[in-house]
């Protein structure tokens, strides 16, 4: 996307340093042909049944899928057969559950932790005073890495103080990614170091 390109110029950042995935949920088959078809690798999904619907039979040779909804314990283990990124841990009965199944699938997808960045009851997420804790008990209790952080920001509100935290939150624990950055304010995630945008309406047009 050429905006994207804009974006980081303004931004004075390599648009190369900056990742749009695919936000594919809701979308049909023609349209994954189509991005495909157009070069797009990487593929966001919000839920274990659709990434199957969308990608089961396909040629996944260069193509990225990266777990972008909430997950159920149940489903980690199909999470981890499939998907090479999982950027929605957010509880520690999903870290023990991923763990098992990393280790009886000999498969470690790369972990992105879900921060509710604007503390709001209906969204998941660690909270932000328990980042710490949870990343410590990631690694010490789970032996889980951690590549980075992922939030959905508060709608309706401006986006850029909650980009700025997380910018710091990952800065603080030496985390490489930092997804964040949706249609309506990718262009502020990345002024504020965003390295991986998830873009669906933008990009393929209004949902069903
Ligand atoms: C749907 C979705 C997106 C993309 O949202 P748009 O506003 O359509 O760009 C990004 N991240 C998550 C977690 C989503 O569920």
Redo the contacts with the bound molecule.
Sequence with gaps: MEEIEKAAKSANRKPEDIVLVA?C?TQSNEIIDAALAAGQKIF?E?RVAEVYEHFEGRDLAGVELRM??SLQSKKAEDAVAIFDVIESLDRPSLALALANAMQKLGKTPKLLVQVNIGDEPQKSGISVPQLPKFLEDLQGEYGLQVSGLMC?PPARQPAGPYFALMRKLADRHHLQELSMG???DFKIAIQFGATHI??????FGE?N
Excluded: P, Q, V
Aim: proline share 0%; no cysteine; net charge positive.
């Design positions: 936000a949920k966001g919000n972008i909804g959905i949706m249609s309506d998830r873009i669906g309406s933008a990009l949902r």
